[in-house]
């Protein structure tokens, strides 16, 4: 009997990860789907060197990409990344269950196969005021939707631990319906970790190898990170050959838009895990079928009945990419028309403007003041520390918006422009700098107000409304005046990252007016914006390690060890508040 004509045909050395083995055969795609391997009449056919299933992110946020998911996966997808696991804990940590809905309307404008977890934890904590808050009623109502494959991310480890009645809501609500629970717990060893993983399916937070064999023999999936701040992957790569490499997957987690376009997604931490020695077809398996089986997709595999969802190598160790199918259609993204406007709300910065008196901490008396320091130490992590600053008589509180005041105004009275009070200022020379929280989400603009170490910025100011997880607007300086100017002009600029720089008397901004976190330009414009920012920020001395984006998790307050809130300085070991002078 004649095998009827299919659609595509493409021959090749198969990575085969269901056996872990390569082999040469030819793939048969008809419908979309992937029909025999074998030879079969094609109406096209394609030779390559390597055919590999579309690789799948584990876990990643778009949001910490600056750019909407269509914009995403029009970066990704040509890179031969098909599917994510994508967690909107940003979103919906701004605008409730009605962002995630409307991130899930934007997913059915790209070929790349966005796959939702449902947000757990927002409110991160108790700590922090965000936008919004998803109650186990709306979890439940959430997971039901198309696109959802699990409970996201887990964060409230201590509530998992203590029992706590609306975490274990939303964790059965998940498990009611054969859903995965995602975990997060950093530093999570012991008895306690033997408790979460009663609850946890995974976790993506290890930073040391020995915390993730420990989770990974408590029976969790263990994913291995390499983003833009957390890079994880060095530290944790032999873990490989230690366990089960099946039992582990490859990650982002967070990756802003310059490594975006300049290195690309899950692709390029597969290729650097070839590099630190991972055989190539095991490296493979690591960021397809395993994640497609931690999830119970279809994708991630070359076999017959499968979504034809394959990449198309001139190179296997390099991740060389030819071609890119996605259900049989091959180079999707090569003609796509433009997406519509994102569905997701703009206009969500919404604060009083601020003057620079409004973020110092007045002291009476004589300096130096011992105060608390968060120690931003690299990656996520912060440490703790206490430092002695100098007092300053006088806050110049000069309005700092570039339009002037908001009644129109240009100037103010030397008595409404400056406060005599003695606020606690900046040592420069110790990179203790002041930073604060600004509340954004049209509350009641309380303002938290500390000190950050080793972001070395020598003059000017840094802020962002990228500030996991409760993005409320965090700024950091020299100075309090050049703090307030660079709050102001996030305000106005409806949300984004942006950086003062006295000396030149400019402002340098990447606005991300799709719900004060991303941008719906095309990939080429917000990259070349960030760049400007991300020069600017070099330019007053930012470290370049972290950036801008390590200056957006200095508000996390659910990772070790102090972090800012809009609330006030937080101890996240004790999970409450302390004073930020001793």
């Not at 804990?89 to 966005?114: C, F, M, Q, W, Y």
């Not at 946890?200 to 023999?217: F, T, Y």
């Not at 700098?433 to 509350?443: D, F």
């Amino acid at each position: 009997m004649t095998a009827a004509e299919v659609d595509l045909l493409v021959r090749g050395t198969l990575v085969d990860v269901n056996t872990g083995t390569l082999r040469d055969t030819a793939v048969a795609v008809d419908d979309g789907e992937i029909v025999a391997l074998g030879e079969r009449p094609a109406t096209r056919e394609i030779e390559t060197e390597f055919v590999a299933p579309g690789l799948i992110d584990a876990h990643m946020h778009v949001e910490s990409s600056m750019v909407t998911l269509p914009r995403y996966g029009a970066a990704v997808v040509p890179k031969g990344v098909t599917s994510v696991i994508h967690d909107p804990h940003e979103i919906a940590n701004v605008l409730g269950a009605a962002g995630v809905r409307s991130l899930l309307a934007d997913a059915a404008h790209t070929p790349l196969k966005a796959r939702i977890t449902v947000p757990s934890s927002v409110p991160a904590s108790h700590l922090q005021d965000g936008g919004a808050t998803v109650d186990a009623t709306e979890v439940a109502d959430l997971l039901d939707e198309d696109r959802v494959v699990a409970l996201g991310e887990v964060m409230n480890v201590p509530g998992v631990l203590a029992g706590d009645e609306a975490v274990h809501a939303k964790i059965d609500a998940a498990r009611q319906r054969g859903l995965p629970v995602d975990g997060h717990a950093p530093r999570v060893t012991g008895s306690d970790l033997q408790e979460v993983a009663r609850y946890l399916d995974n976790d993506h937070e290890s930073i040391a190898i020995e915390e993730a064999r420990e989770k990974v023999q408590a029976g969790m999936r263990v994913y291995l990170r390499e983003g833009s701040a957390s890079k994880n992957l060095a530290d944790l790569v032999g873990l490989v050959d230690e366990v089960d490499s099946r039992r582990l997957s490859l990650c982002t987690d967070d990756r802003d838009v310059l490594d975006l376009v300049e290195a690309g997604g899950v692709d390029a931490v597969l290729a650097q895990a070839i590099s630190h020695g991972v055989d190539p077809v095991e490296a493979v398996q690591l960021a397809t079928i395993n994640t497609a089986e931690s999830y119970g997709l279809p994708v991630g595999r070359v076999e017959p009945g499968a979504p034809a969802d394959l990449v198309l190598l001139s190179d296997l160790e390099s991740w060389a990419v030819d071609h890119v199918v996605v259900d049989g259609v091959v180079d999707p993204t090569a003609d796509a028309a433009e997406p519509p406007a994102s569905a997701i709300a703009t206009d969500t910065v919404r604060f009083d403007p601020v003057d620079a008196a409004d973020l110092a901490i007045e002291h009476e008396g004589p300096g130096p003041v011992t105060v608390r320091v968060v120690d931003a130490i690299g990656g996520l992590q912060t440490g703790r520390m206490e430092a002695s600053v100098p007092v300053s008589t006088v806050v110049a509180a000069a309005e700092a918006s570039e339009g002037g005041f908001e009644d129109g105004s240009e100037d103010r009275s030397e008595d409404e422009s400056a406060a005599s009070t003695g606020v606690l200022a900046a040592d420069t020379e110790a990179d203790v700098l002041p930073m604060a929280v600004v509340e954004r989400h049209g509350g009641d603009g309380g303002i938290g107000r500390g000190f950050v170490h080793r972001l070395g910025l020598d003059r000017g100011a840094v802020g962002s409304t990228v500030a996991h997880d409760a993005h409320n607007c965090i700024v950091a300086g020299v100075d309090h005046d050049s703090m307030a100017r660079v709050a102001n002009h996030l305000r106005e600029i409806e949300g984004g990252v942006a950086v003062y720089d006295p000396a030149a008397e400019e402002t340098h901004s990447l606005a991300l007016p799709v719900a004060g976190l991303m941008s719906d330009r095309p990939l080429g414009a917000v990259r070349d914006d960030f760049e400007v920012v991300e020069a600017a920020a070099r330019d007053v001395g930012l470290h370049h390690d972290g950036g801008l984006m390590e200056l957006s998790f200095l508000a996390l307050e659910v990772i070790p060890e102090y972090r800012l809130t809009n609330n006030g300085l937080v101890d996240v070991d004790r999970f409450d508040y302390v004073d930020v002078i001793t």
